[in-house]
């Protein structure tokens, strides 16, 4: 061997790390920008980089993580995961950063499909799933974080297991054996309910769901109306077709607590919207998301197809009956920013994987403690 060819061989280690090594720092840092709502049209399209109160919720929020555990391949273990990894450690830092230290969280949600295929486990595999999911998100363990249940998740209505349903509810903080929550925190009160169960006719879950509902709304009135009164008109109810069934609630749209959900609600007006048509001003780092997802083959479907929403009935039951004040949905891998007739706004999560887009992303939600109108962020990888 000559020494031309030794000194290469020395030289192939340096190389691959200076070239590996910027690539790895320009994957684990996102961008984020203010989402513009309708209601203030003129938003400046930057992040707001002035100080804000100690009181302020920052909430951060992924979807679809398509995480294998054990059943991960090489490819999935050693690339897509690792960096997924990093991202989340990255994050960390970038929150720190000055400019950014405004949308440092102070909790994480996270709105299902933690699993690519976690309808098809058995509990063994399930729990390499759960350890995968803590390795990923380990640099925000710290923070309070909720998670809800998707259809890659539990599975299509038709198999949909009630034992099964319940043991992984019990993996999650704060989930009822439904699989819904309701928690307060900084005076912002969430619900999240168990949206697969809700495409379901007549089942023991989805009635469960129905009653968790319920029992938010009830609650929700007795904050402002009088307890007998409450309890004196529970026997006045509404319905719809498919025995959906809610008890007439008086209080306005918009004044109930934060929904969470995997699948978005059923949208009556012309809702199509993808991020390149949202941010037609953003700058170009928002177009790249309207493509991702067509032009990426992602092999293994999942019970529903991405285009699908909780039905028409259930939507409107879920409106009456919670008068939610904002929705944050998930399940299409993409963002989107909609506004329902009755005006509540829904804001659906992209997919924090690079198994399905080329550019992951997340959303932070500030909840102003002055009342002032939330501040979403859009925040995607470039």
Not at 146 to 156: K, P
Not at 289 to 301: I, K, M, V, Y
Not at 321 to 343: M, R
Request: glycine share 6%; proline share 5%.
């Amino acid at each position: 061997m000559d020494l031309s060819t030794w000194n290469w061989k020395l030289l192939l280690p340096l190389l691959l790390f200076g070239i590996l090594f910027p690539y790895e720092d320009w994957v684990s840092t996102p961008s984020c920008t203010i989402v513009p709502t309708t209601a203030y049209p003129n938003q400046e399209y930057v992040v707001d980089k002035e100080d804000n109160t100690e009181e302020d919720l920052k909430v951060m929020m992924v979807a679809n993580l398509l995480l294998y555990g054990s059943e991960a391949g090489i490819f999935n273990q050693y690339f897509r995961d690792y960096y997924l990894s990093k991202f989340f450690m990255y994050l960390l830092l970038f929150f720190s950063m000055k400019s950014f230290h405004t949308l440092k969280p102070d909790m994480l949600l996270v709105l299902g499909d933690v699993s690519a295929k976690g309808f098809e486990l058995t509990k063994t595999k399930w729990v390499s799933v759960l350890h995968h999911f803590h390795r990923i998100i380990g640099p925000f363990l710290e923070l309070p974080f909720h998670v809800v249940l998707g259809d890659r998740d539990v599975g299509e209505c038709s198999k949909l297991d009630v034992r099964s349903v319940q043991w992984l509810a019990r993996s999650f903080p704060g989930l009822d054996s439904a699989g819904c929550g309701a928690f307060e925190i900084s005076n912002v009160s969430f619900v999240s309910l168990n949206a697969v169960a809700l495409l379901c006719g007549n089942n023991k879950l989805r009635f469960n769901v129905e009653r968790a509902i319920e029992s938010e709304s009830i609650d929700l009135q007795m904050e402002t109306e009088n307890i007998s009164k409450v309890m004196d008109d529970s026997e006045k109810f509404s319905e719809l077709s498919d025995n959906f069934r809610w008890r007439e609630n008086a209080k306005s749209s918009g004044s109930g607590p934060v929904l969470l959900l995997h699948f978005p609600l059923h949208q009556t007006a012309n809702g199509s919207c993808r991020e390149g048509s949202i941010f037609e001003k953003v700058p170009s780092f928002f177009q790249r998301g309207s493509n991702a997802l067509r032009s990426r083959e992602f092999t293994d479907s999942g019970p529903y197809n991405l285009l699908h929403t909780i039905p028409p009935n259930a939507s409107e039951y879920i409106f009456q009956a919670l008068k939610p004040s904002i929705i944050f949905s998930a399940h299409t891998d993409e963002f989107c920013d909609h506004t329902h007739s009755d005006g509540t706004r829904e804001v659906t999560v992209p997919a924090m994987t690079w198994k399905v887009r080329d550019n992951p992303g997340f959303v932070i939600a500030t909840f102003h403690s002055d009342r002032r109108p939330w501040q979403i962020h859009l925040c995607l990888e470039v």
